[in-house]
C-alpha cells in the first residue's frame, strides 16, 4: 500500500524559511507527479506547487518566486523550500503523489504538517 509521509513543518516569523519534505513509500507505479497542496480551517484545499514525472514545474501564483520544489527520483522525495514565509502562507500542508494521468484527488495524500507564519 502507497503510503506519503511529509515533515518539516514548524513556526517562523514573517520573511522566515521552512523545508518541507515528502517521501512516498511502496510506490510501484513509474512516471508519477508530486505535488504539495495546503488548506486553512473553513476553506478548500489549494494547490501550491507539482512537479511532473519529466521534471516540469508549475507553481501557484502566491508562492511564485518564493518556493521552490524539487524531487530526487532516487528516493520517492520531494521538498518545498519556502522562503519569505508571510501570515497568508499558514496552513496545513499536504503532499500528494499521484500517476501523470490521474488527477490530485485520486493520488495519495500524506498526513498533513501545519505551517505557522507570525510574529
Known amino acids: 500500500q502507497v503510503r506519503v509521509v511529509e515533515s518539516g513543518g514548524g513556526s517562523v516569523q514573517p520573511g522566515g524559511s521552512l523545508r518541507l519534505s515528502c517521501t512516498g513509500f511502496?510506490?510501484?507505479?513509474?512516471?508519477?507527479?508530486m505535488g504539495w497542496f495546503r488548506q486553512t480551517p473553513g476553506t478548500e484545499r489549494q494547490f501550491v506547487a507539482s512537479?511532473?514525472?519529466?521534471?516540469?514545474?508549475d507553481y501557484a501564483d502566491s508562492v511564485k518566486g518564493r518556493f521552490t520544489i524539487l524531487r530526487d527520483n532516487d528516493k520517492y522525495m520531494v521538498s518545498l523550500q519556502m522562503n519569505n514565509l508571510q501570515p497568508e502562507d499558514t496552513a496545513v500542508y499536504y503532499c500528494?503523489?499521484?500517476?501523470?494521468?490521474?488527477?490530485?484527488?485520486?493520488?495519495?495524500w500524506g498526513q498533513g504538517t501545519q505551517v505557522t507564519v507570525s510574529s
Open positions: 500528494n503523489i499521484k500517476r501523470p494521468a490521474a488527477t490530485w484527488d485520486s493520488g495519495y
Open positions: 511502496n510506490i510501484i507505479f513509474g512516471g508519477y507527479s
Open positions: 512537479v511532473r514525472d519529466v521534471g516540469l514545474t
